[in-house]
T-cell receptor, first 111, second 116 residues
Framework: ELKVEQNPLFLSMQEGKNYTIYCNYS?????LYWYRQDPGKSLESLFV?????AVKQEGRLMASLDTKARLSTLHITAAVHDLSATYFC???????????FGQGTILTVHP | NAGVTQTPKFQVLKTGQSMTLQCAQD?????MYWYRQDPGMGLRLIYY???????DKGEVPNGYNVSRLNKREFSLRLESAAPSQTSVYFC???????????????FGDGTRLSIL
């Protein structure tokens, strides 16, 4: 059974600081997705990572994938308040249909 | 662009009542999914449909049934609602289950369901 674990689950940051969210998964996977969810809202796709060593960047967010370590990271650079949200990773192992979410990381950015 | 549309947005049921959550997508996607979101547990897959005419169980299928009515629509039915099914339900769609892993899932706005 595929297990996907994110840490930390709660992250309180000051504006301007850097931090990393980690997503570990238990079985081989060839793809990993990152999503953002604002309170009471739907999920928004941020990144799609498809190969070992893949790195994607959008604004202050950068995501990477290490398939050998079964680890993805979401790095936040110089955080701003607008980044406050819950971030989820999603991966599927080798079964395309049964995708599994991490628990989510609730990020709060303070002035 | 409508994307993925879910109805209703909110619903309150009594224990034992039945209801169907509706989901429709206008992106010509092959695959559709139903998730539930509970505090502290992320989103869990209930059922998915790889293509029109097929459905498969996800992680938490007990107490639910689904119907892939056509390529656009994928409904979720609670036959006899229980308080444990109080949750936010999300429908999602993606271009293809296989052959296109680079396509992310697109999510609807969710249905907030309370069962008393």
């Amino acid at each position: 059974e595929l297990k996907v674990e994110q840490n930390p689950l709660f992250l309180s940051m000051q504006e301007g600081k850097n931090y990393t969210i980690y997503c570990n998964y238990s079985t081989t996977s060839d793809r990993l997705y990152w999503y953002r969810q604002d309170p009471g809202k739907s999920l928004e796709s941020l990144f799609v990572l498809l190969s070992n060593g893949a790195v994607k960047q959008e604004g202050r967010l950068m995501a990477s994938l290490d398939t050998k370590a079964r680890l993805s990271t979401l790095h936040i650079t110089a955080a701003v308040h607008d980044l406050s949200a819950t971030y989820f990773c999603l991966t599927g192992g080798t079964s395309y249909g049964k995708l599994t979410f991490g628990q989510g990381t609730i990020l709060t950015v303070h002035p | 662009n409508a994307g993925v549309t879910q109805t209703p947005k909110f619903q309150v049921l009594k224990t034992g009542q039945s209801m169907t959550l509706q989901c429709a997508q206008d992106m010509n996607h092959n695959s559709m999914y139903w998730y539930r979101q509970d505090p502290g547990m992320g989103l869990r897959l209930i059922y998915y449909s790889a293509s029109e005419g097929t459905t498969d169980k996800g992680e938490v299928p007990n107490g639910y049934n689904v119907s892939r009515l056509n390529k656009r629509e994928f409904s979720l039915r609670l036959e006899s609602a229980a308080p444990s099914q109080t949750s936010v339900y999300f429908c999602a769609s993606s271009e293809a289950l296989t052959g296109a892993p680079g396509q992310p899932q697109h999510f609807g706005d969710g249905t907030r369901l309370s069962i008393l």
